[in-house]
């Protein structure tokens, strides 16, 4: 297993459209998170699920956001309309997730950097 | 809600001087805590954790205990050296988890 893997690393779009990114976990991961990270800032929280189901998604995530994991391996996070205050990294993670494994790390992987022009 | 507060940086040190980067939390329930680091142009990688009150954690020099009196999980290294130059986070894990605004440390040689 190579880590979590997140396609595609670099995206410009045009404002307006509509952008889609794909995050692999670690294969025996069955929680997936998604962040995003703006210059100079920690990673914020955007959504996480457990195997297939999406079981907290944050407040400050418009509903322009949709994020999925069909099957509980590969997840999408979907940004429609996009506007240039989107531009950002966003991260995916994965750890394992049910309770005996609480005090488990997350891994990351290395990002897409979206810019929106 | 469960969160954490970092030390503001930038943080600039020499060569072989003590580390303290300050990192508090609130949660609800029985938080673990994490540092991860992120060299530059490289994702987050965990740098040591601790999962319950009174747990040191340490790697390549660093430490950090958690203390649950405080609410704190301050990070230390005795010496840094220029290739610990990065930006670092504290994050606590209850269901999902969450991250400070990290602290971007820069040694000098």
């Known amino acids: 297993d190579t880590g979590v893997s997140q396609n595609p690393r670099h995206k410009i779009t045009k404002r307006g459209q509509n952008v889609t990114f794909r995050c692999d976990p670690i294969?025996?991961?069955?929680?997936l998170y998604w962040y995003r990270q703006t210059l100079g800032q920690g990673p914020e929280f955007l959504t996480y699920?457990?195997?297939?189901?999406?079981?907290?998604k944050s407040r400050l995530l418009s509903d322009r956001f949709s994020a999925e994991r069909p099957k509980g391996s590969f997840s999408t996070l979907e940004i429609q309309r996009t506007e240039q205050g989107d531009s950002a990294m966003y991260l995916c993670?994965?750890?394992?997730?049910?309770?005996?494994?609480?005090?488990?790390?997350?891994?990351f992987g290395q990002g897409t950097r979206l810019t929106v022009v | 809600g469960n969160s954490v507060t970092q030390m503001e940086g930038p943080v600039t040190l020499s060569e072989e001087a003590f580390l303290t980067i300050n990192c508090t939390y609130t949660?609800?329930?029985?938080?673990?805590l994490f540092w991860y680091v992120q060299y530059p142009g490289e994702g987050l990688q965990l740098l040591l954790k601790?999962?319950?009150?009174?747990d040191k954690g340490s790697n390549k020099g660093f430490e950090a205990t958690y203390r649950k009196e405080t609410t704190s999980f301050h990070l230390e290294k005795g010496s840094v050296q220029v290739s610990d130059s990065a930006v670092y986070f504290c994050?606590?894990?209850?269901?999902?988890?969450?991250f400070g605004a990290g602290t971007r440390l820069t040694v000098k040689p």
């Open positions: 699920f457990q195997n297939e189901a999406q079981l907290e």
């Open positions: 294969s025996e991961h069955n929680r």
């Open positions: 949660a609800t329930g029985y938080p673990s």
């Open positions: 601790a999962t319950k009150a009174d």
């Open positions: 993670a994965s750890s394992l997730g049910d309770e005996i494994y609480v005090n488990t790390e997350a891994f």
């Open positions: 994050a606590l894990r209850i269901s999902d988890m969450r």
